[in-house]
């Protein structure tokens, strides 16, 4: 029987760029994951575990991303809220300006028409009143879903029938109560799901491509 002879170099060059672009496939995997399984999980956990009035603010959109390099195998999946942080492990929030702005939700639903379950509308906003709503006599009115806020040294204030009542306080700091949002076991449990899968295929597509 003749010998059968045939030429490897094409195989062995293949599986050594692969070899050396590891890293690559590694990064690429853990970033596949968190922009198609990681920000879709992290919104499931919040609307689990949290009451939220704003759809946006439990949408994967608002999971960012820091991604993964070949030179740095590191990916981190954060909400753009920093107020979030002390609303998941608990503890004092303070203002970046002067004060904090406090709604006064029970307010908001017996003279503006707005419940607890619904977000305050732009109208109503901080930032809006601050903007808008007098703070001395003889300043203009700004009135908006039937009330006619003015701002005071401890907070904006509308008057009703039943006399002054408060629409946000204006407070040094904030103590938020630990909720159970368990960020990092869920990304954990992402990329234990995940990963084999999505490095397998990365790995596949780039042999195909070599």
């Avoid at 503890?91 to 639903?109: D, S, W, Y």
């Amino acid at each position: 029987m003749n010998n059968i002879e045939f030429d490897i170099t094409k195989q062995l060059d293949q599986f050594n760029k692969l070899h050396s672009s590891m890293n690559y496939i590694v990064s690429k995997s853990m970033n596949d994951i968190a922009f198609e399984k990681g920000r879709k999980n992290l919104s499931n956990e919040m609307k689990d575990k949290f009451e939220t009035r704003n759809k946006a603010f439990s949408n994967p959109r608002a999971i960012k991303i820091n991604k993964s390099s070949k030179d740095n195998l590191e990916i981190t999946l954060f909400h753009f809220k920093e107020q979030l942080e002390v609303q998941q492990f608990g503890g004092v929030e303070t203002p970046k300006g002067k004060k904090l702005a406090i709604p006064v939700r029970k307010t908001f639903g017996n003279y503006a028409g707005i419940p607890n379950s619904k977000a305050i509308p732009k109208s109503l906003k901080i930032d809006t009143i601050l903007a808008k709503a007098p703070r001395n006599r003889g300043d203009a009115v700004y009135k908006t879903k039937g009330i006619k806020p003015f701002v005071k040294s401890k907070g904006v204030f509308i008057r009703t029938d039943e006399g002054l009542r408060l629409l946000y306080v204006f407070a040094d700091k904030a103590t938020h109560s630990k909720k159970l949002l368990k960020f990092q076991k869920e990304v954990e449990r992402t990329y234990n799901v995940n990963f084999e899968r999505f490095l397998n295929k990365n790995y596949l597509e780039l042999l195909k491509k070599s």
